[in-house]
């Protein structure tokens, strides 16, 4: 069972940026999906960032409201998918969640990081 769980988060003020770090307990190679959601106090959690492997290679999809200015990366010898932030704002405020899923369809989930933007 594959496992994950998230570095990095804080506080930052409006305009700055922040790494998220996902540490995924086995090879990437293993995974048919990575990426990071988010929950916002009162609302669902969402799509922030999500990788898809393929035949053809690398999928990715961003959420609207974050593209142009989140980007999500994968280091395969490390383990990790990473999440950059930048030009944040206040409505990116949430507890951001670290997400996998194996070839088996079993998904994991880390336990979140909380990123508040002031501003």
């Known amino acids: 069972q594959v496992e994950v769980v998230e570095l990095g988060g804080g506080l930052v003020e409006a305009g700055k940026s922040l790494r998220l770090s996902c540490v995924v307990s086995e090879s990437l190679f293993r995974l048919s999906a990575m990426g990071w959601y988010r929950q916002a106090p009162g609302k669902q959690r969402e799509m922030v960032a999500l990788i898809t492997t393929g035949d053809g290679g690398d999928t990715v999809n961003y959420a609207d409201s974050v593209k142009e200015r989140f980007t999500i990366s994968r280091d395969n010898p490390k383990n990790t998918v990473d999440l950059q932030l930048n030009s944040l704002k206040p409505d990116d405020t949430a507890v951001y969640y670290c997400?996998?899923?194996?070839?088996?369809?079993?998904?994991?989930w880390g336990p979140g990081t909380q990123v508040t933007v002031s501003g």
């Open positions: 997400y996998a899923r194996d070839y088996y369809f079993k998904n994991a």
